[in-house]
């Protein structure tokens, strides 16, 4: 298990496509170093579920699967990324999804962080796990879970101990509807689209940092624990 540590490590971006070992990844980092996840789709979620300003705004581009646009974003991510908890540093996930709001970052970190000596000189590190892209099919077309007790499988790399059987309850494995190879086509054409723009901002500014994410999962964390390590914000090491 990983080392936990209380040290400052500033924002951190991770980009990477469905099946890349994304939430994986960032649950690994969460646990060393007690920082927060930010998944601005939960924090839209949440706010459509209150039922807030917020949420009535962004609903119907949520449901017509576009993006919300970026000045309702940014309010609510600067309302987040104020709280006490992002001190110290924070993982984004979902954000940013395009230039315009990735430039909106820099500068809001640089207005609202830099002068803080607790949070030091941090603008986010963004790291991309790099999978290729047929072993991403295959990693995501052998997905399979159960849909009593919602264990995943993966039929290459996890299978269960008797085929199409959950190993818990017996139920039979099924493959959900967005796993199935022509949804997973389109899933990783549109990530791709979507991301480019957002991993060449960053590459320009050189600040993006590449992973090998066929390496099994421990050695992912790994390399992403080296760059995080070489990357740590100068004033936060007195935490
Ligand atoms: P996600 O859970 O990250 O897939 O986000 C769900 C939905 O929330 C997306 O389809 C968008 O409508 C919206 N959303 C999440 N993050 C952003 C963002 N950074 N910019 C615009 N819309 C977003």
């Given at each position: 298990m990983a080392e936990r540590t209380s040290r400052g490590i500033g924002p951190v971006i991770l980009l990477g496509s469905p099946g890349a070992g994304k939430g994986t990844q960032a649950k690994q980092i969460v646990e060393r170093y007690r920082i927060p996840q930010i998944s601005t789709g939960d924090l839209l979620r949440e706010n459509v579920q209150r039922g807030t300003p917020l949420g009535v705004a962004?609903?119907?581009?949520?449901?017509?699967?576009?993006?919300?646009?970026?000045?309702?974003?940014?309010?609510?991510?600067?309302?987040?990324?104020?709280?006490?908890?992002?001190?110290?540093?924070?993982?984004?996930?979902?954000?940013?999804?395009?230039?315009?709001?990735?430039?909106?970052?820099?500068?809001?970190?640089?207005?609202?962080?830099?002068?803080?000596?607790?949070?030091?000189?941090?603008?986010?590190?963004?790291?991309?796990?790099?999978?290729?892209?047929?072993?991403?099919?295959?990693?995501?077309?052998?997905?399979?879970?159960?849909p009593v007790c919602g264990r995943i499988y993966n039929v290459y790399s996890q299978?269960?101990?008797?085929?199409?059987?959950?190993?818990?309850?017996g139920s039979t494995l099924v493959t959900?509807?967005?796993?199935?190879?022509?949804?997973?086509?389109?899933?990783l054409e549109a990530y791709e689209l979507q991301t480019k723009p957002v991993a060449e901002y960053y590459a320009r500014k050189g600040r993006l940092v590449s992973v090998n994410g066929d390496l099994p999962v421990n050695q992912v964390t790994d390399q992403i624990f080296q760059v995080i390590e070489s990357h740590r914000p100068v004033a936060s090491d007195k935490s």
């Open positions: 962004a609903k119907d581009f949520m449901a017509r699967g576009e993006f919300v646009p970026d000045d309702l974003m940014y309010d609510m991510v600067a309302q987040r990324l104020r709280q006490a908890d992002c001190e110290r540093g924070f993982i984004l996930d979902g954000f940013p999804r395009n230039p315009a709001q990735a430039g909106w970052l820099d500068a809001f970190l640089e207005h609202e962080f830099f002068d803080n000596p607790q949070r030091g000189k941090c603008l986010p590190i963004v790291i991309r796990i790099d999978v290729d892209y047929n072993k991403l099919l295959r990693r995501i077309t052998g997905r399979r879970s159960c299978p269960p101990r008797v085929a199409d059987r959950c190993d818990v309850d959900r509807d967005d796993d199935r190879e022509d949804v997973i086509r389109d899933r």
